[in-house]
């Protein structure tokens, strides 16, 4: 079965009718994302992006920001390219820290974090790539608190993702913060249905 790619407006609920069952989308998301969501050390969260979740992204900022078409046009184009197109994972990192002074700190030392995210399935490594819309280290050094980055894999190793004999790590490698994580079962038998 192939999965749906892209959101087009068609997708898009009426804001109203969106308000009506709000509620309800919000708890069946939190179910979906239960097992698309991996904390690697203490600072960082990985959220595993796909349709569904994109979807409810944009119907969310729709329904805040309440912009129309216009607003629609953008969000599209800001959260298609995180759908995962079949031979890819997609995630949103997020490094969370409370305190604003410790925050900018931790993040002043971070400086190219997104080029050093991997992904291991067994022996094979899945170098992660950032997304491109901005640059997410400043001119200074400093890592931005949100990155984007996908894990293109051959088929050889979407193959290997997908039968589940192998152990997953998700890890990053930069010298201020190496940690990794190993997904559990569940989360594997979530993810391996961003593959075709």
Do not use: C, W
């Not at 999965?3 to 898009?12: C, G, P, Q, S, V």
Request: aromatic content about 8%.
């Amino acid at each position: 079965m192939t999965m749906a790619r892209k959101i087009t407006a068609d997708d898009i609920m009426d804001m109203d009718e969106y308000g009506a069952v709000r509620r309800e989308r919000r708890r069946e998301l939190v179910a979906t994302k239960r097992n698309r969501r991996a904390a690697i050390g203490p600072h960082a969260t990985a959220h595993f992006e796909n349709f569904e979740t994109m979807l409810a992204q944009v119907h969310e900022m729709l329904f805040i920001e309440k912009g129309g078409d216009e607003q629609l046009a953008d969000e599209l184009e800001a959260y298609n390219p995180l759908i995962p197109n079949g031979r890819e994972l997609v995630i949103t990192l997020l490094f969370e820290i409370d305190n604003p002074e410790q925050r900018r700190q931790f993040l002043s030392n971070l400086g190219g974090v997104e080029e050093t995210l991997f992904i291991m399935v067994g022996d094979e490594r899945i170098t992660g790539t950032a997304e491109e819309d901005v640059d997410r280290t400043t001119a200074d050094g400093k890592a931005s608190s949100v990155q984007f980055i996908h894990f293109a894999f051959s088929d050889a190793q979407a193959a290997a993702f997908k039968s589940g004999d192998k152990p997953v790590m998700l890890g990053i490698s930069h010298p201020s913060y190496p940690h990794s994580t190993t997904l559990n079962a569940d989360q594997i038998a979530a993810l391996a249905a961003d593959f075709d």
